[in-house]
């Protein structure tokens, strides 16, 4: 009998060969033609102006990374809520709701510190400020 390692060695050796095969032969069969433009950074063609850091909102990769872990939190419910009859039957009804409390107890504790450090909180425009100002 042989070993299952022998296997998954070879895949290895082949899923690393076949990628470095394929680069090494295309960089020896492309053709080489240096040019500046090649060189040159843009975007979508036209010729950069300004400077290259720019300052984005912080707000909208923390709503991003909210809804990631709110998303995840649907992928990690829904399988349970398909077993829960089965759950309840099986272990009582503390066994199979339990987990589950906790779980949304800890999302809504993370849920309600990233609300009071202002991480769902939208920055107002200057202008949005003076209509609400008018009003």
Same mark, same amino acid.
């Given at each position: 009998m042989s070993n299952p390692w022998i296997a998954i060695g070879a895949l290895a050796v082949v899923a690393v060969l076949i990628p470095a095969g394929m680069i090494a032969v295309s960089s020896l069969l492309r053709p080489t033609v240096p040019e500046q433009g090649k060189r040159a950074v843009y975007e979508s063609g036209e010729v950069p102006t300004g400077n290259t850091r720019i300052r984005f909102n912080i707000q909208y990769y923390m709503v991003a990374l909210l809804f990631v872990v709110? =998303? $995840?939190?649907? %992928?990690?419910?829904?399988? !349970?809520? %398909? $077993?829960? #009859? =089965?759950? %309840?039957?099986?272990?009582?009804?503390?066994?199979?709701?339990?987990?589950?409390? +906790?779980?949304? /107890? +800890?999302?809504v504790v993370g849920l309600g !510190?990233? !609300? #009071?450090? /202002?991480a769902v909180k939208w920055v107002r425009s200057p202008r949005a400020e003076r209509q609400r100002v008018e009003q």
């Open positions: 709110f =998303d $995840i939190e649907t %992928v990690l419910i829904f399988p !349970w809520t %398909v $077993i829960y #009859r =089965d759950a %309840v039957a099986n272990a009582g009804l503390a066994k199979a709701l339990g987990p589950m409390l +906790v779980f949304i /107890g +800890v999302l !510190w990233a !609300w #009071r450090n /202002g």
